[in-house]
């Protein structure tokens, strides 16, 4: 699954658009490394999100098929940090 679709899905950012500018801008990286809006995310995969005030690092515990409940999105990350 794309980034900017697995942190729509995942309710980690809103919306897909702002996801992608977010990873335009270079606040967003996976594993360490700065990464695309289309970067193809895997299981174990971490993500590093720069908020104006603080950064949020997420593993990823579960890539879904589709779309999932607000209930279900939080079981797909793990809050690391």
Same mark, same amino acid.
């Not at 005030?53 to 409940?69: D, G, W, Y």
């Given at each position: +699954?794309? /980034?900017?679709?697995?942190?729509?899905?995942?309710?980690?950012?809103?919306?897909?658009? #702002?996801? @992608?500018?977010?990873?335009? +801008? &270079?606040?967003?990286?996976? @594993? &360490?490394?700065? %990464?695309?809006? &289309?970067?193809?995310?895997?299981? &174990?995969? #971490?993500?590093?999100?720069?908020? %104006?005030?603080?950064?949020?690092? %997420?593993? #990823? /515990?579960?890539?879904?098929?589709?779309? #999932?409940?607000?209930?279900?999105?939080?079981?797909?990350?793990?809050?690391?940090?």
């Amino acid at each position: +699954m794309r /980034l900017d679709k697995f942190l729509k899905v995942s309710r980690l950012i809103k919306r897909r658009t #702002v996801a @992608n500018e977010v990873s335009d +801008m &270079g606040r967003i990286s996976v @594993n &360490g490394n700065p %990464a695309k809006a &289309g970067k193809q995310l895997k299981e &174990g995969d #971490v993500i590093e999100i720069e908020y %104006a005030n603080r950064t949020v690092k %997420a593993k #990823v /515990l579960r890539i879904p098929q589709n779309n #999932v409940s607000i209930q279900e999105s939080s079981t797909l990350y793990e809050i690391l940090q």
